[in-house]
């Protein structure tokens, strides 16, 4: 086996190689020399994103993997994720389970290396494998603090979890016994027999629980209320972007030849998630149960995307996915952040920190903004990027969809403004700044300037994005 055959796969190598370091280092450092491992992961995941970006990782490994702009395009996007979410994990893990730093990051870098895998997959077996690669270190992570809230969290994610696999194995199944082959490549040839129709709408309900599209959200709320910040912050975007880029290699590489069988549930799916999750969002006073119920809408939108199944939705998607990822990271390490140091996440924990802490309360603003889709933050052009090409796809379904996105998005403003207005228009309860670590800091700063770096620059960000995207071959891998 030559190294050129392993280069496909070789962002993956490079997380497991660290992984493999992290593992022994935790077992060589003493209790109280652990800390180090934080930045040492950190460092690591820098580096493997800034190499993806000067190495050339494309080709096919062992006929059922692919990495082509695509699925680079998705890497990079969570190889950022994980990097934010182990920055943002020193301080927290260092204060709450110092002994126990090696199994954190250990638990994040498989997830990653899952979720890297789903990117390219192109086998039903390799894509299973991944999807539960990239889920069950979330399991323990969410449960880590061994409180009672973290443990239900942990709980009801494992059952989520176990729910989704049934579904997606039995989905499968039907498939593998319908079309007799678990590769993509052959799905579109196969019959569009009854159990072959049953077992894509199993996996696309399986695939729902775990990016928690209506109606299979009920667990996001108490998730995110009562896991950890750090492993909050990841868990509400890496995950799901590496599940849509899954999606994407199998419904519109693989089943688009079925596009009437599953199109016409992805837009219930679409339209019930923009809904509900909007609307759930607005009476919340917790704010990590405002984001999440927030992030089901944002599910919506990355699902008209699939809905419109053309090149561009597609590009638009994996710019949205970065997009989201530095927003919702942001504003969820803050709210998390919070929790940690002052014992409270509701609204009104917020109430003056532009005050108490400027630059904080800066950061959350822009969060804020973008995810409403103000201008000109990225979360403004994301969201016209989607509705551009959702809106160009020719379809008077999808144009209804479109108009119906842009209403709900002004509801969501509601919202999220009544974050800022307590951010920065009510009194503060607490008059001294608020005391994040120098990492947690970091890892703010880093969405924050994303934020509005991308907003000013976005055609530098949305134009390869669009072009990845346009190298895949849509029906066909």
């Known amino acids: 086996m030559s190294v ?35 930045s040492y992961t950190a460092i690591g995941l820098g580096a493997i994103l800034c190499a993806s970006f000067f190495l050339d990782f494309e080709g096919r490994a062992f006929g059922v993997y692919t990495s082509d702009a695509l699925g680079m395009y998705f890497k990079q996007v969570l190889l950022l994720a994980g990097l934010i979410g182990v920055i943002a994990s020193i301080d927290h ?6 002994a126990r730093q090696g199994e954190h990051y250990l638990l994040i870098l498989f997830s990653m290396c899952g979720m890297l895998l789903l990117t390219g997959a192109q086998d039903a077996v390799l894509w299973v494998v991944a999807f539960e690669l990239a889920s069950i270190p979330f399991y323990v992570l969410l449960a880590f603090g061994k409180d009672k809230r973290s443990t239900e969290a942990g709980m009801k994610l494992f059952l ?66 009562g896991g950890p910040g750090p492993v909050v912050s990841i868990l509400s975007v890496a995950p799901k972007i ?40 607005l009476p919340q006073q917790d704010s990590r149960r405002l984001l ?12 008209l995307a699939l809905v419109a199944g ?32 002052e014992g409270s996440a509701k609204v009104n924990a917020l109430n ?41 796809a020719n379809s008077t379904i999808l144009k209804g969809i479109v108009i119906f996105g842009v209403c709900i998005s002004v509801l969501a403003l509601f919202y999220y403004l009544r974050l800022g207005r307590a951010v920065y228009i009510e009194e503060p309860e607490k008059s001294e700044p ?20 991308m907003g000013v620059f976005p055609a530098v960000f949305i134009e390869p994005a669009l072009d990845a995207a346009r190298g895949i071959v849509i029906g066909s891998p």
Not at 355 to 383: C, N, Y
């Open 4 to 38: 050129d055959a392993l280069m496909p796969i070789g962002l993956e190598l490079s997380v497991l190689l660290l992984a493999i370091t992290v593992f022994v280092a935790d077992l060589l450092l003493g209790p109280d020399e652990k800390r180090g491992l934080g």
């Open 93 to 98: 893990v260092d204060e709450s389970t110092p």
């Open 160 to 225: 989520m979890g176990a729910i989704s696999s049934v579904f997606i194995l039995y989905g499968f199944s039907l498939i593998w016994g319908m079309s007799g082959s678990t590769s993509f490549a052959a799905l579109g040839a196969a019959p569009a027999e009854p159990l072959f129709i049953l077992g894509v709408a199993l996996v696309l309900i399986g695939v729902c629980f775990k990016i928690g599209a209506v109606p299979f959200h009920l667990w996001m709320a108490d998730a995110y209320q």
């Open 242 to 281: 590496a599940a849509f880029a899954g999606l994407v290699r199998l419904y519109i590489e693989g089943l688009f030849p079925h596009q009437a069988i599953w199109t016409p549930t992805v837009i219930v799916l679409c339209v019930a998630s923009l809904l509900v999750g909007n609307l759930a969002a």
């Open 292 to 303: 999440a119920l927030s992030g089901v809408g944002h599910m919506g939108l990355l699902l």
């Open 310 to 341: 053309t090149h561009n939705a597609i590009g638009a998607l994996a710019f949205y996915s970065l997009a989201y990822v530095v927003t919702n990271m942001g504003a969820m390490i803050v709210v998390t952040s919070l929790r940690d140091k």
């Open 352 to 392: 003056g920190l532009s005050q108490r802490s400027p630059g904080l309360g800066l950061a959350m603003l822009l969060f804020l903004l973008s995810l409403g889709g103000i201008p000109f933050v990225v979360g403004f052009w994301s969201k016209l990027t989607l509705f551009w090409a959702a809106w160009t």
């Open 434 to 453: 608020v005391q994040f670590g120098i990492p947690t800091k970091i890892a703010i700063g880093i969405c924050a300037v994303c934020v509005v770096l």
